[in-house]
């Protein structure tokens, strides 16, 4: 092993050999509690004694100390009783002396020695630099005097675990230390399992401070669900019994419920379930032995809660009915956005738990020790600060975010869980080893407490739901020709007010900008049956939809479709029949549509679906001199079952004004490029670049095109008819003299002109379509194959730019996509 330090999760612990693992489940662990061993260390080291008086202390002062033997160490540790023996086991590698794995020639029953070290990372990063830059500097770091240790500073704790060179370390900083987590310190007892009664405390507390202080998380039911319309069926807990309440229209006003999001597994595992059979039954009595363990936990949390009422699909909708089952999961909008709190048990699949929700408390939270004074202190106080001994320095608080744990909690890899983590107003996550609490207003770990906001989360999804409605209205009324923009200059702003603005009018986290991430995350979610993926992502669009007053088109926005149609698809190298596979078990969807396109993993590990076309001409959109707009759009259930659109999507189409103008293909160093007209010149841009690799001025390729199939390839028959739809233009002035100012391409200056230092840049974006028929809609319509994207600036002077859409005089008409 190189040496240098190390992490000891890299030799971590057998599963067997840890405190939870043996220990009874109800076991609670005492914090900060010492053996004599480990307080004889603490109380006898004249560096900590100085560190704890908050004395001067050289960096780099060190001295070699003894903590317990390996036996005390290991006891320590599997008894439970000692914080510190917990830390120097399982973090700082002691676990490597333990007699049963090692092959030392050592005496085991002999003290184990440590080195500490004082430290001081900012101090001494800033030393380094300096010495990096001046000789003299580094002269008087060679013979000039130590710097000491700031109030920032602390102690390296590590033991020699193989040789002095591979060490893990522990950290020792005074209780004062500017940069500690106070809500992992002053903790006395946890129990090591986070499935405990006390942990119920916990939930409540949260969910008392979210219910009462958070304003953001009270309003979010009437954002989600508006018309306050409760589950058609939920389980009632009250009691001793469980029982199935179908007539809620009867309940209380303003009835509160929780709500359970899990992974089903394997239904065999779980045999009791709502059918038309088992209806009657259950409105009197469902036996909770017949429950897998999950659900009795829901029902446990539920009523320690306070709640009376709570929902599971499998116990609330007639799982052979299918009638049932989709009415119930188009309301999954009402059901999830108006529940009291939303359980997430984290448990893989199965009825039953495998030890993950188990823990050692003492390995992730700071050990608080403190030391008696010595000397003169003693004479005037009869305890001095303490000591915070943790496995990372200064601020504890691991990171989390939905992307991130989804390789820790398969459950969030789920598709219909996906939903309903956004669409409830709180959630506590529940079955692993730690509680973690989500709502719109932030994210709380059980341990940590307050943690990052994190792109995903649903302080994100709260702030697109509240911020569409203005920017989505104004989309709508966005430019259709050049001359209906205003003559006003748009300059960079820190604050994105009009009319000076940043990168985007609109809002970072409204549906506008955020949707095609929305998208993307959503896709990277699994289902069971993936001709389920429109309508596990109903409850999501149907919210937007009410909230913003939008109109939903099988994943996209009418008001925002000349954006929302520029989604692309990689080509696929690999697993050709995996993606024809996936191709014929989705439910159609229209060509315009992504759910067209099959969620395929490509090897990077990233779906070939993306929207890099949307999010550049999105940024820019303030600059729009022309966007193609919906006129109408038909759908065969339209008027008999209008909730259909939000996720039966055969037959859809929409009728477009836009422009059109011809084109083909071209494969150009293995990649297809797209050429208005047949002419290669339109996907050039106008200034040449310097090629010294083959001496020559080149051209550079600006006019990008993705094919929709990923399949085709160099030897295949390229589509014939094929057209250009013009979706947007964008076109904007920059002044060379003042680079932060950005002007609308109509503006001009007093003169009326152009100035000369003002360069021009355009971009305009659509889709190819060719020629298609439909049953419903006859001849005359168009099927998308692929979108393009053409942007390119700094190389025209004056005031006009030509497309090769106003260069073939192309005219606005509608046309039919399906």
């Given at each position: 092993m190189a040496s240098g330090n190390f992490d000891p999760g890299d030799i971590k612990l057998a599963p067997s050999d840890r405190f939870e693992s043996s220990a009874p489940d109800g076991t609670i662990v005492p914090l900060n509690k010492l053996c004599v061993p480990c307080s004889a260390f603490i109380s006898s080291s004249a560096l900590l004694q100085k560190l704890v008086r908050g004395s001067t202390i050289k960096i780099e002062a060190s001295e070699v100390g003894a903590v317990g033997s390996p036996d005390q160490l290991k006891t320590g540790y599997h008894s439970g009783q000692c914080h510190l023996c917990a830390l120097l086991w399982d973090r700082a590698g002691g676990h490597l002396l333990d007699p049963s794995r090692s092959a030392r020639c050592m005496d085991y029953g002999a003290p184990v020695a440590v080195e500490i070290e004082a430290r001081d990372d900012e101090k001494q990063m800033a030393i380094t630099a300096a010495i990096e830059e001046d000789r003299a500097r580094k002269l008087w770091a060679k013979f000039g005097p130590t710097p000491t240790m700031s109030e920032a500073g602390h102690i390296h704790l590590r033991i020699p675990v193989l040789n002095r060179d591979v060490y893990?370390?522990?950290?020792?900083h005074r209780s004062s230390h500017p940069n500690l987590n106070r809500e992992a310190l002053g903790k006395t007892s946890i129990s090591i399992s986070s499935r405990h009664e006390r942990n119920f405390e916990h939930i409540k507390n949260w969910r008392l401070q979210c219910s009462q202080t958070h304003t953001k998380c009270r309003e979010f039911s009437g954002l989600i669900a508006p018309g306050g319309q409760l589950p058609s069926r939920l389980l009632d807990v009250t009691g001793n019994k469980v029982k199935l309440e179908c007539q809620v229209q009867n309940l209380p006003p303003g009835v509160q419920y929780a709500t359970l999001s899990h992974m089903w597994g394997d239904p065999s595992a779980s045999p009791l379930r709502l059918i038309q059979a088992t209806l009657e039954q259950f409105t009197s009595d469902i036996p909770l032995a017949g429950l897998p363990e999950k659900y009795v936990d829901a029902i446990r949390v539920t009523r320690a809660l306070g709640f009376c009422y709570v929902w599971i699909d499998s116990l609330c909708i007639i799982q052979d009915s299918r009638e049932d089952w989709e009415t119930e999961a188009l309301k999954m909008a009402a059901v999830y956005g108006r529940t009291a709190c939303n359980i997430s048990y984290t448990f893989p699949p199965g009825s039953e738990p495998s030890g993950n929700h188990l823990r050692d408390p003492r390995v992730h939270l700071p050990c608080q020790a403190s030391l008696p004074p010595k000397g003169r202190a003693a004479a005037k106080a009869t305890v001095?600060?303490?000591?915070?001994?943790?496995?990372?320095?200064?601020?504890?608080r691991p990171p989390w975010s939905p992307t991130m744990y989804k390789n820790v909690w398969p459950l969030l890899r789920r598709g219909w869980v996906y939903q309903e983590r956004l669409l409830c107003p709180r959630t506590v996550y529940y079955g692993q080893d730690r509680l973690l609490w989500e709502c719109c207003e932030g994210i709380s770990d059980e341990f940590?407490?307050?943690?990052?906001?994190?792109?995903?989360s649903k302080v994100h999804f709260h702030r697109i739901i509240t911020g569409i409605s203005g920017s989505s209205r104004a989309s709508s009324n966005d430019a259709t020709t050049r001359q209906d923009q205003p003559d006003s200059a748009v300059q960079s702003s820190p604050t994105g007010s009009s009319p000076t603005t940043t990168r985007s009018d609109a809002d970072s986290s409204t549906a506008e900008t955020q949707w095609g991430p929305l998208v993307r995350d959503y896709r990277g979610a699994s289902l069971t049956f993936e001709s389920d993926r429109g309508i596990a992502f109903a409850g999501i669009?149907?919210?937007?939809?009410a909230q913003g007053h939008l109109t939903y088109l099988a994943g996209l926005w009418r008001e925002l479709f000349a954006y929302d149609l520029l989604w692309t698809v990689s080509p696929l190298p690999t697993n050709p029949g995996e993606f024809r596979r996936k191709q014929?078990?989705?439910?159609?969807?229209?060509?315009w549509s992504w759910f067209s396109v099959p969620v395929h993993t490509s090897p990077l590990g990233t779906d070939i679906l993306d929207f890099p076309f949307r999010t550049t001409m999105q940024t820019y959109k303030r600059f729009a001199v022309y966007h193609a707009t919906v006129i109408s759009f038909d759908h065969p259930r339209l008027e008999t079952a209008p909730d259909a659109l939000l996720h039966d999507f055969a037959d859809m189409s929409v009728t477009l004004r836009t422009r059109r103008i011809p084109c083909t293909f071209k494969w150009w160093d293995a990649y297809l490029y797209v050429l208005p007209f047949g002419e290669l010149k339109w996907m050039l841009g106008a200034k040449k670049n310097w090629i010294p690799s083959t001496n020559e001025w080149v051209s550079p390729r600006v006019l990008k095109y993705a094919h929709d199939d990923p399949l085709l390839g160099q030897g295949d028959k390229l589509p014939e008819g094929a057209c250009m739809l013009l979706?947007?233009?964008?076109?904007?002035?920059?002044?060379?003299?003042?680079?932060?100012?950005e002007y609308k391409y109509t503006h001009r200056d007093a003169s009326g002109k152009i100035p000369a230092s003002w360069k021009t840049s355009y971009q305009y974006s659509g889709i190819v379509v060719v020629p298609a028929e439909s049953q419903r809609y006859g001849n005359g319509c168009w099927r998308r194959i692929g979108a393009f994207t053409y942007g390119y600036g700094d190389d025209i002077t004056g005031q006009s730019f030509i497309t090769p859409f106003e260069h073939g005089g192309a005219i606005e008409e509608e046309l039919v996509l399906i």
């Open positions: 893990a370390e522990l950290h020792i001095m600060d303490s000591l915070v001994i943790q496995h990372r320095s200064g601020y504890l940590y407490g307050p943690m990052t906001i994190v792109p995903g669009a149907r919210a937007i939809q014929a078990e989705s439910k159609p969807a229209p060509s979706t947007v233009e964008h076109g904007w002035h920059h002044d060379t003299l003042a680079p932060s100012k």
